[in-house]
């Protein structure tokens, strides 16, 4: 007869056991592309992954299907996972749609701002040159989502918070891709400057001003991705870190 306690006891250990697994995958393989140390296209093979990690195929496909959902890896059926490769056709064509949706944000939210919100951007552009001190990308990345949002926010407008949201998010995977944060100097920053020129407008409500810094501001972001080979890792060198 099955003692069903004990089944049961058996069952919830190898689950956590395969969570773990999971876990530990999906935190190395993702650290390594948040520091850049694969490069984009790369095949994730689950056989080395494996064989490195000593860990079975099951959480390793969990661990990357968590990546994909990130917009990190690309799961070709038949063929395997791969780190994201966008082109550069792609990023223009998403900066391009990302600028539009920036200039709705200031039509629908501009003037729904009030003196009691624009303590969150200056506490923002605060935090941001904290991040560049601290080198915290993972931050960084955070933060100027949660900027970008603000007018779409104050907005209302569910649709357009939504979109924004989906769009920032794709953003992000550029930025810990390709972007230039790690060399960027603080005499440098000109970045934050903008940023604290749009804060300046959006105080000012200042429609004409804050359309013109989006406009230069999406071209310097696309400007400050960098996507030619940065002397990255094999898959098995990163594995045995």
Known sequence: MIDGR???SEWMMMVKKRQTA???VYDHLKDALLARKIAPGTQLVEQIISGKMAVSRT???HALKRLESEGLVQIIPNRGAFVVHPTKEEIISFFELRKELEFLTVKYGLSKVRKSDLQRLYTFLED???TYKQKDLLKYV???KQFHLFLAEVS???FLMRYMDEMLT???VYLFLFDVFYHIEPGENVRFREHEEMVKAI???DQQTLLELIDLHMKHSFDDLRMEDHGYSSLESVLAE
């Open 6 to 8: 004990k089944f049961s």
């Open 22 to 24: 999971e876990l530990r």
């Open 59 to 61: 959480p390793i496909r």
């Open 128 to 130: 941001e040159q904290e």
């Open 142 to 144: 955070e933060l100027n």
């Open 156 to 158: 209302g407008n569910k």
């Open 170 to 172: 794709q953003s992000n």
């Open 203 to 205: 105080e000012n409500k």
